[in-house]
């Protein structure tokens, strides 16, 4: 009986430990922690990024606070001109998925599905913003 209560416990202690590591920032926590990158914006920049907004011609620094760092960076050329897209993407499990569930070492996990979908993306040339767009799941 011990050892499965240190079982649990080391499991729940690893799975927080994770959680803790991979948690997404949030656009405040990232103004904070770089308050020099928010003062060099101008104060309408200021006032998008703060709600996580972005508008054409913004630098890559305000996209990053705005948004975060990109799940996938994509280099390529538009014209002659270099740019890079990012893209981010949202981890979403069905509201009406009933599929199989996964008995691992407790009786009660359950491990639902989770789809992968973009959700929104940026086009930079020149470090700016060239075109941006929000996307919708399938």
């Not at 499991?11 to 949030?26: D, E, K, P, Q």
């Not at 020099?36 to 703060?50: F, H, I, K, N």
């Not at 491990?111 to 940026?122: H, L, N, T």
Request: hydrophobic fraction near 35%; aromatic fraction near 14%.
């Amino acid at each position: 009986m011990q050892r499965r209560v240190l079982s649990v416990a080391l499991t729940f202690g690893i799975a927080v430990g994770i959680m803790t590591l991979t948690s997404c920032s949030t656009t405040e926590a990232r103004i904070s922690q770089h308050p020099e990158m928010y003062q060099r914006l101008s104060p309408s920049d200021q006032a998008l990024v703060s709600q996580g907004q972005i508008r054409p011609g913004m630098t890559m620094d305000a996209v990053w606070l705005a948004w975060g760092t990109p799940d996938q960076r994509i280099p390529d050329k538009m014209r002659v001109r270099p740019t890079e897209t990012w893209v981010y993407l949202r981890y979403e499990t069905p509201p009406s998925y009933g599929g199989p569930y996964y008995y691992g070492p407790f009786d009660w996990s359950y491990i639902p599905p989770k789809f992968v979908y973009p959700s929104k993306g940026v086009t930079f040339s020149n470090g700016r913003v060239v075109f941006f767009r929000y996307l919708t799941p399938p």
